[in-house]
């Protein structure tokens, strides 16, 4: 099963320069957070979701859902997915942001998160694939940058 987010974010900032992985100073937001985790730079602690879908099984029970979350006071974006005890692994999640992305990144039981991209003015999008080992791939797309594609299996 397969989940697509995409927003268009607000406004770009930056800052230059490497953080130690459980830092974030004042300054830095944007692209000097950008392949940090939001847990461990405290970005998650004023993070909304932006988007969220859920996918079903063949059963209309709810097999995954996938979060954008977003930070306006760190500036990023990052994806959160959660895999229903049912759902077929593995469950991978990712986001993408212009030319920013990461991929899986951290993992609780059956939760999977990100790292930050930064939510300039670019889409971003938030994707994840649950049980694409069995060839059963469900697609769906949320966006707020134009038209959503439709729903389909693959």
Request: with cysteine; charged share 25%.
């Amino acid at each position: 099963m397969k989940i697509v987010f995409i927003f268009c974010a607000a406004a770009l900032a930056g800052c230059a320069g490497s953080l130690p992985r459980d830092a974030r100073p004042a300054t830095c937001v944007g692209h000097c957070l950008a392949g940090r985790d939001p847990y461990d730079s405290d970005c998650a602690r004023d993070a909304r979701t932006v988007r969220r879908a859920e996918t079903r099984d063949a059963a209309g029970a709810l097999a995954l859902f996938v979060e954008l979350q977003q930070s306006d006071r760190c500036r990023v974006a990052w994806a959160r997915a959660v895999r229903m005890q049912h759902a077929p692994p593995p469950l991978v999640a990712s986001v993408r942001a212009g030319r920013s992305s990461s991929t899986f990144g951290h993992a609780k039981d059956r939760e999977v998160w990100t790292d930050m991209v930064p939510s300039g003015s670019a889409c971003v999008t938030a994707t994840a694939t649950s049980g694409e080992a069995v060839g059963s791939i469900l697609d769906a797309v949320a966006t707020s940058c134009g038209e959503a594609p439709a729903t389909r299996e693959r």
